[in-house]
């Protein structure tokens, strides 16, 4: 089991940025990658950014430029940064982990940015 922990939401004005950070605990040592996904009001769950352990990322076409992840091993720490922010950007956004077949989700963090 994994268990992901979300913090760094909010609310900020467009062009703002906001860093989100997902700590996870558990079986760590079987996580193969982690990654962020949104969900809007009315919208399906997307993907927003993946990383894997060996550190190659992948972001959705809206998150290219603005949005950057990474991670601290040594703190089992995954980051969003999350740069010139949009109001389409307004979503729960959450932390997402896979072992092999299972994936484990974070209870997501609600991020608002005003117009």
């Known amino acids: 089991q994994v268990q992901l922990v979300e913090s760094g939401g909010g609310l900020v004005q467009a062009g703002g940025s906001l860093r989100l950070s997902c700590a996870a605990s558990g079986s760590i040592f079987s996580i193969n990658a982690m990654g962020w996904y949104r969900q809007a009001p009315g919208k399906q769950r997307e993907l927003v950014a993946v990383?894997?352990?060996?550190?190659?990322?992948n972001s959705a076409d809206s998150a290219k430029g603005r949005f950057t992840i990474s991670r601290d091993n040594a703190k089992n720490t995954v980051y969003l940064q999350m740069n010139s922010l949009k109001p389409e950007d307004t979503a729960v956004y959450y932390c997402?982990?896979?072992?092999?077949?299972?994936?484990?989700w974070g209870q997501g963090t609600q991020v608002t940015v005003s117009s």
């Open positions: 997402a982990a896979w072992t092999g077949p299972n994936g484990y």
């Open positions: 990383i894997t352990n060996g550190g190659i990322t």
